[in-house]
């Protein structure tokens, strides 16, 4: 499969690293004319987003939504908010997400938030003691998330599907949480996961 990731940070990197250990053609996309977020997307048959939040719509701007019509858009991003000598805090909640303002901004695209609710270095093939963690997504489009599924499961991930992309907004918050125990455990690869009988 040809992935356009756009983002070249630690996330975007991360994933990179991953699909193509899994076989997979990448294409990393920034705001380099030589590696353009463009050539990312049109590059890609699934894109992720994995822009900080504040660059993320401008991220979308210099990509040209008409290149993501009809694609599979993974969402990775979280709407965190920077203040000095604070944790972040989320910029979005209880009646809005990231994920449904990237959905907004991408009309034509079938936007899939995955992979927001833990650590780049835990993104692919994650080994914890406790076994595998749960990859929770939500998006709009039943295929869409399919693919995103297959790709988890490729990844080392059982999927929980919440529904549609306003699912965001509990999906952030999750991901907050993982930063506060980040900082008050100073430890940075824990995940998540379901249990139940």
């Known amino acids: 499969m040809k992935i356009g990731i756009l983002g070249t940070g630690e996330v975007g990197r991360s994933l990179a690293a991953g699909f193509k250990k899994h076989g997979h053609e990448v294409k ?10 463009a050539d990312a997307a049109k590059f890609g048959e699934v894109v992720l987003l994995c822009t900080p939040w504040a660059g993320t719509e401008n991220a979308i701007k210099l990509t040209d939504p008409k290149n993501l019509a009809g694609e599979v858009v993974i969402d990775v991003t979280n709407p965190l908010k ?45 080994k914890l003691p406790g076994g595998p963690p749960d990859m929770f997504i939500a998006g709009n489009d039943a295929a869409a998330k399919q693919t995103v599924t297959q790709i988890c499961k490729e990844f080392g991930w059982p999927v929980v599907d919440i529904g549609g992309i306003e699912g965001s907004r ?15 455990l100073n430890r940075w690869e824990q995940a998540w996961k379901l249990l139940h009988k």
């Open 170 to 184: 509990l999906l952030e918050p999750l991901a907050m949480l993982w930063v506060v125990v980040g900082f008050r």
């Open 28 to 37: 990393l996309g920034h705001r380099d004319p030589k590696a353009s977020y």
């Open 82 to 126: 920077f203040e000095e000598s604070a944790a972040p805090q989320l910029a979005l909640g209880f009646t809005d997400s990231g994920g449904e303002q990237v959905q907004r901004w991408l009309p034509k695209s079938r936007v899939v938030k995955a992979f927001n609710v833990v650590g780049n270095t835990l993104m692919v093939d994650p």
